[in-house]
């Protein structure tokens, strides 16, 4: 008996809670759900938590205006909604901004929403251009007049507006350039102590012909080019269980990038796999391609894995990870060189040479300040920033070869 009277009273906290407070705020919650869509401010909003990923929510809602700013509407959801500060809400297909956010004692949620009219857009720094909409906090339009000894006029309007914090405006800087309205804007200030929510002052700017796109409605537009080589000769020959360094390179305009930010991937992983650092490891013997692709570029090889027999050797350098193939300026590394017999190390020696990223000619960037028959010092030699290449061959058989490009960057 005493069993069922407590299966009955969790029973009874799980319906009306464990206390009174509990129980009228799960009331309240259950009355909100059953007469929500009965209301006259009913609608069903769409909830978009960042422009980045694109996902949009639908959700029951009230909207009411308010009356006492133009543009400005209060939303209420239920407090299971995913519903947040500094959401933007989609309703009558125009775009809102959520620039004031309450957990009503876990009841329901209310947001204090702003009207969207257009958008900030900008190049990051990788050239894409990024786009976030933003609600005006306020129309502020001092005129701080001309002083004196001015030359030129300057436009002195200013903008205060909000924009979503999310992983891109959260890199917005100061001074940095917009376009909208047919006019240009910097900012003055931001403020993003707000949670969900960044604060902004523009100030008008001249436009600038030379450097503004302003048919994209972009400042400081740059057309950035990017490029991908696989230098490896299509159809290479990997003896199985030889690793093998595939040498591909990117640049973004005339600049060279790590290849750790080229997607790197086998058509085949059974047969072989290929690591960020674009070392191919042969798993099996077949035929597979390789894949590069970086910023929408894409360029591939055939790589053909064959039998290892205990004759044939195979060399390579331990440590295939970029830092370590990185030297800091008038810094060096060792590198030790490995010798395999199939997937057996033996002993026999080696020789280092260095070479410009051409693999062809000599290298004023980096020197070998001591060798021996296993391992070399390289030194950077602080001339300026670029690669070099590292050639591993046996002594005894220069035929069996391997190539390292190794970066030389600035201390700091």
């Known amino acids: 008996m005493t069993e069922g009277f407590f299966i009955n009273y969790k029973n009874r906290m799980l319906v009306y809670g464990s206390n009174q407070l509990d129980s009228i705020k799960k009331h309240n919650r259950q009355l909100f759900a059953s007469s929500i869509k009965d209301a006259a ?25 308010n009356s006492n700013i133009r543009d400005e509407k209060m939303v209420t959801l239920s407090s299971e909604s995913v519903y947040d500060s500094g959401y933007l809400v989609k309703y009558k297909n125009e775009y809102w901004l959520t620039v004031h956010f309450d957990n009503m004692q876990d009841i329901y949620k209310r947001g204090i929403i702003r009207k969207c009219y257009t958008t900030l857009k900008w190049q990051d720094e990788d050239g894409i251009i990024q786009e976030a909409w933003f609600s005006k906090k306020t129309d502020v339009s001092p005129n701080f007049g001309v002083g004196e000894g001015r030359v030129i006029t300057l436009p002195d309007e200013r903008r205060q507006i909000i924009v979503q914090s999310n992983v891109h405006t959260q890199k917005l800087r100061k001074f940095q350039r917009f376009i909208f309205d047919g006019r240009a804007w910097k900012i003055l200030t931001s403020d993003d102590t707000a949670e969900g929510i960044i604060n902004i002052v523009l100030a008008e700017d001249q436009i600038n012909p030379a450097t503004d796109n302003v048919v994209l409605r972009v400042a400081n537009y740059k057309n950035i080019v990017y490029s991908l080589d696989i230098m490896t000769n299509d159809n290479t020959i990997v003896n199985l269980n030889q690793p093998f360094q595939l040498d591909i390179r990117a640049y973004k305009d005339d600049q060279s990038i790590s290849i750790n930010e080229i997607n790197l991937s ?34 591939k090889i055939s790589i053909e894995v064959t039998e290892t027999y205990n004759a044939n050797l195979s060399v390579y ?7 370590y193939f990185e030297i800091k300026n008038n810094q060096q590394k060792i590198y030790t060189a490995k010798v395999l017999s199939g997937v057996t190390i033996v002993d026999s020696p080696v020789e280092f040479e260095l070479f410009s990223d051409d693999k062809i000619s000599s290298t004023t960037l980096a020197s070998i300040i001591q060798f021996d028959s296993a391992s070399c010092t390289i030194k950077n030699n602080k001339v300026s920033t670029g690669y070099v290449q590292l050639k591993v061959s046996l002594q005894d058989d220069p035929s069996i070869v391997n190539w390292y490009r190794i970066q030389m960057k600035p201390l700091f």
């Open 266 to 299: 086998s058509s085949d992983e059974a047969i072989g796999n290929v690591n960020m650092n674009g070392l191919f490891t042969p798993l099996q013997v077949g035929i597979v391609d390789i894949i590069a692709e970086y910023k929408g570029i894409e360029k």
């Open 41 to 65: 401010s009913y609608y069903k909003v769409c909830l978009i938590p960042t422009l980045i990923s694109n996902e949009e929510i639908f959700e029951d809602a009230l909207v009411n205006d």
């Open 317 to 323: 350098v331990e440590g295939n990870f970029q830092p």
